[in-house]
């Protein structure tokens, strides 16, 4: 197959979120502020704010897991990215967001004769996978798979940027709390930077070659748990003692987040998955195949956590709870 060097009209499922930002941003520098639309759809037009005055890309008020709408967005694409997923839920949110969106995704495309599908899934799927969030993951690339469809699958370890949860929460807890209690302390990752991963998906939408490939994500340093939670408090200005929480402690403290009011930081469905490495296997090519030097979490970081002192801490905060 060959594909066109820049496909006249593209839709980003998940153009919203953390990531979707990131690569709307890329595909109109790829694109040089022209080329075709990049369709955004979502059910809040105000999420789409940091990305409507975009040059081509175009928020679009849908619901994506009804199908008819779905139908509709896919009329005339020449590509779809889907990086629609959640990290918390019960099993039934998993398989709606994970399993059954792709099973409507590949059904969609088959009616609207769009061949052309990004995926980003995440590290340690598989089977016999240890939570329901890594579970559905796996189904949901079999789902795509099995449908016949020119798909790129991308794995990411945790990602990190200037927007993400997990480091500037981390920060931002040291900011007030004397220490950290912190389950799964010893669970490994591979951090990679928003940026590239945003990168991989730009270039592999020009790239035959990666139809049909699962890259692995990951950028060039494995840490622990206790390593994020360390360095973000020392980058942010305020790094504090850690209290690595034993197994049974662990879930319990899990257990009170996911009662707390708003989305939990830590759920039980998060420590099983932790009990997967979340680094590459390096059975699967990474970034450099599709020649992208991954940043290293130092290199970045330090810029955008070394900006949140004094009222500035308040607004990093504000941004972790989603508050304008």
């Known amino acids: 197959m060959t594909l066109a060097p820049h496909p006249q009209r593209l839709l980003v499922l998940g153009g919203t979120g953390f990531v979707g930002r990131a690569l709307c941003a890329r595909l109109v520098q790829r694109n040089g502020g022209g080329g075709g639309p ?20 175009e928020p679009v ?40 969106l792709p099973r409507k995704l590949a059904a969609a495309c088959r009616a609207a004769g769009v061949r ?88 592999a939408l020009d790239e035959p070659a990666s139809i049909g490939q699962t890259y692995e994500c990951v950028g060039p340093d494995v840490l622990t748990l206790s390593d994020l939670v360390r360095l973000a408090g020392r980058w942010a200005g305020h790094e504090r003692p850690q209290v690595p929480l034993p197994g049974f402690a662990a879930r319990l403290q899990a257990l009170a987040m996911e009662l707390a009011p708003g989305e939990p930081l830590m759920s039980r469905d998060n420590l099983l998955s932790m009990q997967v490495p979340n680094v590459a296997t390096g059975t699967l090519p990474g970034l450099q195949a599709l020649g992208i030097e991954p940043a290293a979490l130092a290199a970045v970081a330090p810029g955008y956590l070394g900006t949140g002192q004094g009222p500035a801490r308040l607004e990093r905060w504000r941004r972790v709870a989603r508050r304008p």
Not at 38 to 57: E, K, Q, S
Not at 79 to 87: D, G, R, S, T, Y
């Open 116 to 203: 052309r599908v990004l995926h980003v899934s995440a590290l340690g799927v598989g089977p016999g996978a240890p939570s329901l969030y890594l579970r559905s993951k796996t189904a949901g690339e079999e789902v795509l798979r099995s449908a016949g469809l020119d798909l790129t699958v991308f794995r990411p370890s945790v990602i990190f940027g200037a927007e993400d949860r997990l480091l500037n929460l981390f920060a931002a807890l040291q900011g007030f709390a004397p220490l950290v209690p912190l389950a799964g302390s010893d669970a490994r990752f591979q951090p990679v930077w928003v940026g590239d991963v945003a990168e991989a998906i730009a270039r």
């Open 61 to 100: 008020r849908a619901d994506v897991h009804d199908p008819a709408t779905l139908g509709r967005l896919l009329r005339g694409t020449d590509a779809v990215i889907n990086l629609v997923a959640i990290l918390h839920g019960s099993g039934r949110d998993f398989e709606r967001v994970h399993v059954e």
């Open 38 to 57: 990049i369709a955004v759809p979502t059910r809040r037009l105000p999420h789409a704010g940091p990305i409507r005055h975009l040059p081509t890309v």
